[in-house]
């Protein structure tokens, strides 16, 4: 399974084949099906191999830091493995994403969330960390591309008819910190609201 995570992450999951892999391998592709029964054997492997990267804190007395640092973990590995967003909803949930999801759920409950707000809460912060980084990740312009494109965007765009979008795309051209960039805003909105939600009931 290291070989074929290995060549996804080099030439993305298009370039995995059991041909291919078993070339890296130095083996005929037939003799992969000695271990293991079709490619999507395989693609679950890597995507569970993927999912055991990411932070569960053995110490999740403070709820709200371990789910922060839970999500923030799963993001950036993400990140890391590029092609691995795509696969995670479509692959069967191995060992790794298993345990992530009993984590979490543990974490909620633990925290005294009642069961209708662990059964949202977990949804939301999946579809969140997931649905950020897909954006991230295919967003097709950065740098000085970006910043070409807001400029002619904005020389084309009437101002008095559109301020505040004009405003918006202004500040695609400022600084940002990335450190504390949109991704933990607005999981921390998430959080801040779970927290509100959980004292409310």
Do not use: C
């Not at 020389?155 to 450190?179: K, N, S």
């Not at 607005?186 to 509100?196: A, M, V």
């Amino acid at each position: 399974m290291r070989a074929a995570l290995a060549l996804a992450d080099a030439e993305g999951i298009e370039a995995l084949s059991m041909r291919r892999l078993a070339k890296e391998l130095g083996v005929e592709a037939m003799s992969l099906y000695n271990h293991v029964a079709h490619k999507d054997e395989i693609l679950g492997g890597i995507t569970d191999l993927v999912a055991s990267e990411v932070d569960l804190p053995s110490d999740a007395s403070d709820w709200r830091t371990a789910m922060r640092r839970n999500a923030i973990s799963a993001r950036d590995v993400l990140l890391r493995h590029r092609w691995a967003t795509s696969l995670w909803m479509r692959q069967g949930g191995g060992p790794a994403r298993l345990r992530n999801g009993d984590w979490m759920l543990r974490t909620l409950r633990e925290a005294g969330f009642s069961k209708d707000l662990i059964y949202h809460g977990f949804h939301i912060l999946e579809s969140y960390v997931l649905g950020y980084t897909l954006q991230q990740l295919n967003f097709p312009y950065k740098g000085e591309e970006l910043a070409g494109i807001a400029t002619t965007f904005l020389q084309q765009l009437p101002a008095d008819a559109y301020p505040d979008l004009v405003e918006h795309i202004r500040q695609h051209l400022e600084p940002h910190d990335e450190e504390t960039g949109g991704f933990e805003l607005g999981l921390d909105l998430i959080l801040d609201g779970l927290e509100r939600a959980r004292e409310t009931a």
